[in-house]
């Protein structure tokens, strides 16, 4: 099966510009997830998905960070205005059904902001 | 207090040593234990999975939870320049929605 995908794989900017990260979930996963993973540090979660109602965004930063699952497949994730603090990398997650089967991984997107 | 505490190294070893990675938790209410492997810039991917206490191996893989202690661990024996990646730990329940919470990281050498 092919593996969650995401794009771009890096990307630079400036403080206060925006930025989009784009995330394709393992077919027949229900449930996605974004993550930011700062240097040194353990991915937080930010938002879950399950199809394409938001289950948890608690710890997403509403002023600044959105992100949508139309039609319960792919994900955006936008940042507007960036911070430097926001530099980190973000990972995309999926599994099938929220429940406690283990997450998969995309190989993520690191985001410099200067 | 985190809720889930890792050293995060690094932890440098020769080949073919016996590696011990360890994890400390606060909620009693996790029940689902998780080791990720991540790799430098890489996404971490799954290495072992483990429900409630006990053991569990998986080739040089062993995974122990000690749920009265709030303790889990990962073994790796005669560890490989190839291992040499940050390990994840990470748990979740059935109270928190199956939220899973990492820890940092322990970031791991093996010399060759």
């Known amino acids: 099966e092919a593996g969650v995908a995401q794009s771009p794989r890096y990307k630079i900017i400036e403080k206060r510009q925006s930025v989009a990260f784009w995330c394709n979930p393992i077919?027949?996963?229900?449930?996605l997830y974004w993550y930011q993973q700062i240097l040194g540090q353990g991915p937080k979660l930010l938002i879950q998905?399950?199809?394409?109602?938001?289950?948890?965004d608690s710890q997403l930063p509403k002023d600044r960070f959105s992100a949508e699952r139309l039609k319960g497949v792919d994900s955006t994730l936008k940042i507007q205005p960036a911070k430097l603090e926001d530099s980190a990398v973000y990972l995309c997650?999926?599994?099938?059904?929220?429940?406690?089967?283990?997450?998969?991984f995309g190989n993520g997107t690191r985001l410099t902001v200067t | 207090q985190k809720e889930v505490e890792q050293d995060p190294g690094p932890l440098s070893v020769p080949e073919g040593a016996i590696v011990s990675l360890n994890c400390t938790y606060s909620?009693?209410?996790?029940?689902?234990f998780m080791w990720y492997r991540q790799y430098s810039r890489k996404g971490p991917e799954l290495l072992m999975y483990t429900y409630s206490s006990g053991n569990k191996e998986d080739g040089r893989f062993t995974a122990q939870v000690d749920k009265s202690s709030k303790y889990i661990s990962l073994f790796i024996r005669d560890s490989q320049p190839s291992d040499s990646a940050t390990y994840l730990c990470?748990?979740?329940?059935?109270?928190?929605?199956?939220?899973?919470?990492f820890g940092a990281g322990t970031r791991l050498f093996v010399k060759a």
């Open positions: 997650a999926s599994n099938r059904d929220g429940d406690n089967s283990p997450l998969h």
């Open positions: 077919s027949g996963h229900a449930t």
């Open positions: 990470a748990m979740s329940g059935i109270t928190g929605g199956f939220k899973t919470i």
């Open positions: 909620n009693s209410a996790f029940q689902y």
């Open positions: 998905f399950q199809n394409n109602g938001v289950v948890d």
